[in-house]
């Protein structure tokens, strides 16, 4: 017991010098060809107005792409508007049209054929829009009951990925998918997210490794920074050699921040850091609400070659 408080603090020290030394590559990575991304929620996923705003600041700190929501929640019919797509398109920013495709889990198989044909059509659409790139999101199936076995969760999600492939390859269009930040670390979740399973259809897959969400472990809570790179290289990992690239969901909100001891943008700023010292192809930042002020305060920082507190945020 007596070792690990002894041990503990040192590797936090390491961890934060590692944080600390990649604070100036951080600042250029954008310009080397890295995502820096954010979500779009439905709120705002159409408004002109929003998106101008938000590229005003943002473009000049780096933000080169975004995630837009492409329809309502719960029910699959698109809401995609062509004046937002051409505006980014018109700018350099590369465009993702996110797909929640069974939002609260995948509650019983088979599921209803009027439901995929739904489903499907949305992928068509999104695809057929000018999209670079189709994200699936939400396909797992609930921590609880159904208790299926894994191998039937498994033939379901590879069945569906690979029909979504076909849809995108056709158009041109890259398919990618988000997965739960935890399942970087299992080999067989009950969720039935596999990353080896995903990198057969997809070509990128996005972790969202928030940290707020390793409840339980202090370690994780508290060093968002490690958090990030951490879960970021493990997925790397697991795709090597199959081209797929990963690149991590960051944690753009409040909750449960407490834990690192530093306000909302440094906490930020050292999931950016981190990020953009492993091989993923970027990051994307995560605010259901679309407020992004603690990324563009983070970026400013890096791009201003501010370090004051990194070290902190282990």
Request: a positive charge; proline letters at 4%; charged letters at 25%.
């Amino acid at each position: 017991m007596h070792t690990m408080l002894i041990r503990l603090p040192l590797i936090c020290i390491l961890a934060s010098l590692a944080l600390f030394d990649c604070a100036s590559a951080a600042g250029r990575s954008a310009r080397n060809g890295a995502m820096r991304g954010l979500y779009i929620p439905n709120r705002h996923a159409n408004s002109i107005e929003y998106i101008r705003s938000v590229m005003e600041r943002g473009r000049p700190l780096g933000i080169n792409m975004v995630v837009l929501d492409v329809h309502p929640f719960g029910a699959h019919r698109t809401r995609i508007s062509r004046d937002v797509l051409d505006y980014l398109k018109g700018r350099g920013v590369y465009t993702a049209g996110r797909i929640a495709c069974f939002q609260d889990g995948l509650k019983s198989l088979p599921v209803p054929d009027e439901y995929i044909k739904r489903l499907f059509g949305v992928i068509e659409e999104t695809a057929g829009a000018g999209f670079d790139e189709v994200q699936l999101d939400y396909i797992r199936f609930p921590d609880g009951a159904p208790y299926y076995a894994l191998s039937a969760k498994y033939g379901f999600v590879d069945d569906l990925l690979r029909k979504a492939r076909l849809i995108t390859k056709e158009r041109g269009v890259k398919l990618s998918a988000d997965l739960f930040g935890r399942v970087v670390y299992n080999r067989d979740d009950i969720i039935g997210q596999k990353v080896e399973n995903f990198a057969r259809h997809v070509e990128v897959i996005y972790p969202m490794l928030y940290p707020s969400h390793f409840t339980g472990d202090k370690y994780r809570l508290a060093n968002p920074g490690e958090t990030v790179r951490d879960g970021t290289n493990r997925g790397i990992a697991r795709v090597r050699g199959t081209g797929v690239r990963i690149q991590p969901y960051i944690q753009a909100f409040p909750y449960n921040i407490q834990w690192a001891r530093v306000p909302l943008d440094k906490y930020v700023e050292v999931q950016i850091v981190a990020a953009e010292s492993t091989e993923a192809r970027g990051w994307v930042a995560w605010n259901a609400k679309g407020e992004y002020d603690c990324v563009f305060r983070a970026l400013e920082g890096l791009k201003n070659g501010s370090r004051k507190d990194i070290a902190s945020a282990r």
